[in-house]
């Protein structure tokens, strides 16, 4: 890894985390069970409580997209797949489930790892992003490249904590669609940017949060469909299941703009989450997986006050504790 620290590295407390102690890289995740990924989860969100709470930085944000993480890593091939973070503070669980859990007792430190992606830094960095809005674009070029050089590599971009509101991203999208490309867009949707957020279009997300009456339990629209009419679909069989796709999910916007849109999901349930995520590794085509999480999640001051909690400033007296 690229990064100069003004610290050795620093193994941390096997006792404390057993798990964690043992990933190295992210493919160390794919024998885990999900049983041990839940567990994995709290120990991840134990250190970046404490690391915070003794360097500074964003804690609410990071700590409400771990299991989010540990699904991708889990599910994606990143020896080869490429994953853009936006906003790039949600990335802390990501760096320490990619070589760099020994230094990141140095987070945002001189001479330490960044409290953002940095491609200098790891190779695992696909692209440096801070604030705001740029993900779903630069993910948008490389999985471009990857077409005309006839590779086959996954991207995928995750937006977050506002992001989707600004107009960079929705252009993204709209250019995303008409290309037609294989790209999956992860939305982390946590209803806040800083604060809470405000708009048309976070009003549109929170109704599609709380439509539960017309959410598919754990099913996909596709074979629901199929379910009813048969295996071979007419043309007018196709149409139908575009409208029911758009009146159970209600993710009609994401459609029109050329998306295939899927959620919203628990981004906390990793179960779901790691199911969902491989098979939607095999889908082609533009993809919008919408998740909702809790920012500030496991710590219980985060949790009620998430916009106090968005970042900190060193020192604090004391850690928080997971929950």
Same mark, same amino acid.
């Given at each position: 890894?690229a ?11 096997p006792?404390?985390? +057993? ?8 493919q ?10 839940e567990?994995?989860?709290t120990?991840?969100r134990?250190?970046i409580?404490?690391?915070?709470? $003794? ?10 997209v771990?299991e ?6 889990? $599910? ?7 994953i ?6 949600q990335?802390?669980?990501?760096k320490?489930?990619t ?6 007792h *140095?987070l945002?430190q ?6 953002y992606p940095?491609?200098?830094e ?12 740029t ?13 005309y ?8 971009a995750?937006?977050?904590d506002g992001?989707?509101?600004?107009g960079?991203a929705?252009e993204?999208?709209s ?7 294989d ?12 604060a809470?957020?405000v ?5 549109y997300f929170?109704?599609?949060?709380t439509?539960? +009456? ?11 469909v199929?379910?009813?009419?048969? +295996? ?12 029911v796709?758009g009146f ?13 849109y899927?959620g919203?999901?628990?981004g906390?349930?990793l179960p779901?989450?790691?199911g969902?995520?491989?098979n ?7 993809i919008l997986?919408?998740?909702? *999480?809790?920012?500030?999640?496991g710590?219980p ?5 998430p916009m106090k ?7 604090? *007296?004391r850690?928080? *504790?997971?929950?």
């Amino acid at each position: 890894m690229a990064v100069s620290t003004h610290e050795a590295e620093r193994s941390i407390e096997p006792a404390r985390f +057993p798990l964690l102690g043992l990933i190295g890289d992210p493919q160390a995740l794919k024998s885990l069970s999900v049983e041990e990924l839940e567990s994995l989860a709290t120990e991840i969100r134990q250190l970046i409580i404490e690391t915070v709470y $003794a360097n500074g930085g964003h804690l609410a944000s990071p700590l409400g997209v771990v299991e989010l993480t540990l699904a991708l890593h889990h $599910a994606f091939d990143l020896s080869r797949d490429l994953i853009v973070w936006d906003v790039g503070h949600q990335s802390y669980a990501h760096k320490l489930l990619t070589g760099r859990r020994g230094l990141f007792h *140095t987070l945002r430190q001189k001479d330490g790892i960044a409290g953002y992606p940095r491609i200098s830094e790891s190779p695992y960095d696909a692209f440096g992003t801070g604030h705001s809005s740029t993900s779903i674009s630069a993910a948008l070029g490389m999985a471009v490249a990857r077409d005309y050089r006839g590779e086959d590599h996954r991207v995928i971009a995750v937006i977050g904590d506002g992001a989707m509101t600004g107009g960079m991203a929705i252009e993204a999208l709209s250019h995303a669609g008409h290309c037609g490309s294989d790209l999956l867009v992860v939305l982390n949707d946590n209803e806040m940017s800083i604060a809470r957020n405000v708009g048309a279009l976070s009003a549109y997300f929170s109704r599609l949060i709380t439509a539960r +009456p017309y959410k598919r339990a754990k099913e996909d629209v596709s074979s629901f469909v199929k379910r009813i009419l048969g +295996p071979r679909l007419s043309q007018t069989a196709s149409r139908l299941e575009k409208s029911v796709k758009g009146f159970i999910t209600a993710g009609v916007l994401f459609q029109e703009l050329g998306f295939n849109y899927v959620g919203p999901v628990d981004g906390h349930d990793l179960p779901v989450l790691v199911g969902l995520l491989s098979n939607l590794r095999k889908m082609q085509g533009p993809i919008l997986f919408h998740c909702f *999480t809790q920012k500030g999640k496991g710590c219980p001051e985060a949790e009620s006050d998430p916009m106090k909690y968005h970042g900190i400033k060193p020192p604090r *007296t004391r850690y928080g *504790t997971v929950q």
